[in-house]
């Protein structure tokens, strides 16, 4: 019988975590385990996670960056977890998605249950023939520069429990191993690649614009993918976005007239395409 722990965490709780892991696939971390590794020792590895969650001495181990090319010649990197983090990651995402769903905006598609892309790209279709003008515009490198105390304050706002708060914590200033192999402490953002990101990324956007344009302009519509969005718009000012410690990246915003068909079947082509295709391969 397992002694008494600090936090009450339940193993059918892991072990859902797990399933949804697997189902996920997704790369080797830093560890250079695989998800069949990590299943030849399947109890002993669960047990490990969940014992040391339930402790509070769960500390999340560096993440794996990863280069991938960019169209425009950049390069993103992915912070990839290893398997036991990616199952411990969903063990808080398990605790905090039901808590914060049901208010994120309609509007808002990307990481979320039953939400895609692709149905994004569809309603930005229709409201583009009733709206003469849009701003696709895209947030410079988000996932690196998201404040850590800001999230902080947003997840607090909705989550009281405090093995949850606790580990967010660690887990966005955990450290990462870099494609040139050194250790980089984190002191901002949030790994692009990591199971509990998109949904701190959608919580702490909620309120940076979604809620911001719901209270402010009501009437504008708008479509947000992530850090992606397309918006009902003449302009929008940089403080707007900066007063969150963001900035638009020029290179991926543009503003276009669609009045017309053959203007908004051009401007849709500004909207890029879903990029869970290009993530499958690093899925967590």
């Known amino acids: ?13 892991v072990w859902r975590a797990y399933e949804r892991v697997k189902q996920n696939k997704g790369a080797a971390g830093v560890d ?10 399947l109890k002993d590895n669960l047990y490990k996670i969940w014992n040391r969650m339930s402790s509070g001495t769960y500390f999340p181990p560096p993440v794996r960056e990863v280069g991938i090319p960019k169209k425009d010649g950049g390069t993103r990197i992915l912070g990839i977890p290893t398997v036991s983090d990616r199952v411990a990651q969903m063990v808080v995402k398990l605790e905090i ?11 808002s598609y990307g990481y979320r249950p039953g939400k895609s892309a692709h149905q994004a790209v569809e309603t930005a279709r229709r409201r583009c023939f009733r ?8 947030i410079k490198g988000f996932f690196d520069n998201l404040d850590h105390e800001l999230v902080m304050r947003a997840v607090q706002h909705h989550v009281k429990t405090k093995w949850v708060l606790l580990y967010v914590e660690r887990w966005l ?8 192999k050194m250790v980089r402490t984190r002191e901002k953002g949030t790994p692009q690649g990591g199971v509990i990101s998109p949904l701190l990324a959608n919580l702490f956007l909620h309120y940076a614009f979604d809620h ?5 302009f009501q009437e504008v519509e ?19 976005v900066r007063s969150w410690e963001l900035a638009m990246d020029p290179g991926s915003t543009s503003t276009g007239a669609v009045g017309q068909p053959t203007s908004s079947q051009q401007m849709l082509t500004n909207f890029r395409e879903p990029r869970e295709g290009r993530k499958q391969r690093y899925r967590p």
């Not at 250079?32 to 020792?41: G, K, L, M």
């Not at 850090?227 to 000012?237: E, F, I, N, Q, V």
């Open 131 to 138: 709206k003469r003008w849009a701003i696709d515009l895209d």
């Open 97 to 107: 998605e039901p808590l914060v769903e049901p208010i994120f905006h309609p509007d």
């Open 212 to 216: 911001w344009m719901k209270g402010r």
């Open 32 to 41: 250079e385990q695989s998800i069949t590794d990590f299943e030849e020792n």
């Open 1 to 13: 019988m397992d002694k008494a722990k600090p936090f009450i965490i339940s193993k059918s709780v």
């Open 222 to 240: 708008f479509e947000r993918y992530a850090d992606d969005r397309a918006r009902r718009r003449p302009s929008l000012k940089p403080v707007e």
């Open 173 to 180: 200033k955990a450290e990462a191993i870099g494609v040139d």
